[in-house]
């Protein structure tokens, strides 16, 4: 256990109750719209979203949109400490029951993202991200840029979920934009 294990359990939990208060209440097509003009019109790209779980905010109207001229992907679980796959994705995919509840793509097709939309528990406004805490993002996210230097990163989340201060460990990837129903960071 790292000493800022104990710190990121509390945060998390008092997060969690706040993103559970905003989740419903129709803040999802704004955050919707920012994330889209954050992208920018763009064609031929690969780009990983996610399949929302318990309380997440969903990108899932997103995705539908890019996917007309874009390649759109989730991830999946491979196994505890190992980084995700990325599974090819489209809105009439086959979908069945994945790890920690999130559907995964029934067909298999692996592809290797551009773009990385990534779901959070907390954010502050240096671009801090706390997720659910089993490192799965962070180490892919490490994996991509040793591959791909030009990979963006943007959280997505509901303004509840910031905090003052998410405590970072030297292993926590940056995200280089957060996107919120009000702003962009």
Known sequence: ??????????????????????HGK???????????EWIGPIKGAVIAGYMPIRT????????S??????????PV???????????????????IPGAFGASVPKSAEVVTPD????PLVAF??????????????DRTLEKLRAVNAKLRVVGFAYDAQQVS???????????????????CL
């Not at 679980?77 to 979908?95: D, N």
Request: hydrophobic content about 40%; some cysteine; aromatic content about 6%.
């Open 1 to 22: 256990m790292t000493s800022q294990q104990p710190a990121k359990a509390e945060l998390r939990s008092a997060t969690m109750a706040k993103r559970a208060e905003d």
């Open 26 to 36: 129709g803040y999802d097509a704004a955050a919707v719209t920012r994330l889209l």
């Open 56 to 63: 997440e905010i969903s990108p899932l109207s997103a995705m």
């Open 65 to 74: 949109a890019l996917s007309q001229d874009n390649t759109i992907c989730v």
């Open 77 to 95: 679980v491979q196994g505890a400490g190992l980084p995700l796959v990325f599974h090819r994705w489209s809105p009439e995919a086959e979908m």
């Open 115 to 118: 773009i990385v939309i990534v």
């Open 124 to 137: 502050d406004l240096s671009r801090g991200r706390l997720g659910y805490g089993g490192g799965f993002y």
């Open 165 to 183: 201060h998410v405590p970072l460990e030297p292993t926590d990837q940056p995200l280089d934009a957060l996107i919120t129903p009000t702003r």
